[in-house]
């Protein structure tokens, strides 16, 4: 994906996918980028295609819409974002700080524990980290996740505590995954996502991803980008 140059159709796409979901917390239709881009619907399908192969976006499984462009997601997927009455999706626990640093803005973040149930609600900005001890748990290495992304983030989770993540491991069978801090991951998400709102954005390299890990503390197999 790093150095192929995306078309001048995929990034007005892009650039208003992303446009759309700052200002309004949802996905444009593929028929509204066509008219407000002046785009014949094959070409903005076109575009939206380019930018689904090259992991600049994800599309639904028909392929008729904008499932995800991360940070932000088009659905539900058990995060909830908040700034006054504005409303946004996480995608998961790390893309809600990618929210965070995409708006550069002090937003709410709230999510349910998987474990307990219980109602998780901390806050942070693009200087301000969350002060909350609560724990990510990310459910496969690295080299997975594209496999399926929208899985991945879906199981991207906040838990209480450490305690409680192993008790939902017992009572799930789920994999060990990977478990750290929330201030581990705005660290990351920081970099990683504070440029996708830029309408000249480039796809970071294989290699700049994997030092915005190693910055963070986040090494060995696991971490390994592929
Ligand atoms: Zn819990
Ligand atoms: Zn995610």
């Known amino acids: 994906m790093a150095g192929v140059a995306m078309t001048p159709e995929a990034r007005m796409v ?36 380019e930018l689904h192969d090259m992991h600049a976006l994800v ?8 499932r995800m462009a991360h940070p932000f997601s088009a659905w539900p997927m058990g995060f909830v974002l908040r700034a006054g009455d504005r409303f946004w999706w996480g995608g998961c626990a790390w893309d ?53 992304v929208v899985a991945t983030c879906t199981n991207i989770r906040t838990f209480c505590s450490p305690e409680h993540v192993e008790a939902w491991r017992d009572k799930t069978g789920a994999a060990p995954g990977y478990v750290t801090g929330l201030h581990t991951l705005w660290r990351l998400a920081l970099p990683w996502y504070g440029d996708r709102l830029d ?14 890990l190693e910055d963070v503390g986040l090494t060995g197999p696991f971490w390994a980008l592929p």
């Not at 200002?23 to 903005?44: D, F, V």
């Not at 599309?59 to 904008?66: E, M, N, P, S």
């Open 96 to 148: 809600s700080f990618g929210i965070v640093a995409a708006l550069k803005e002090r937003l709410e973040i709230l999510t349910v524990c998987p474990s307990c149930g219980a109602e998780l609600r901390y806050a942070a900005s693009d200087t301000e980290a969350p002060e909350a001890s609560y724990v990510v748990r990310l459910p496969r290495p690295a080299a997975e996740w594209w496999e399926d």
């Open 14 to 49: 892009r650039a208003e996918v992303y446009g759309t979901f700052a200002r309004e917390g949802r996905a444009p239709s593929p028929a509204e980028l066509a008219a407000g881009l002046g785009l014949a619907p094959s070409a903005a399908q076109a575009a939206l295609r």
């Open 59 to 66: 599309l639904t499984r028909a392929g008729d819409g904008v």
């Open 199 to 212: 309408p000249n954005w480039e796809p970071h390299s294989r290699a700049q991803n994997q030092r915005l």
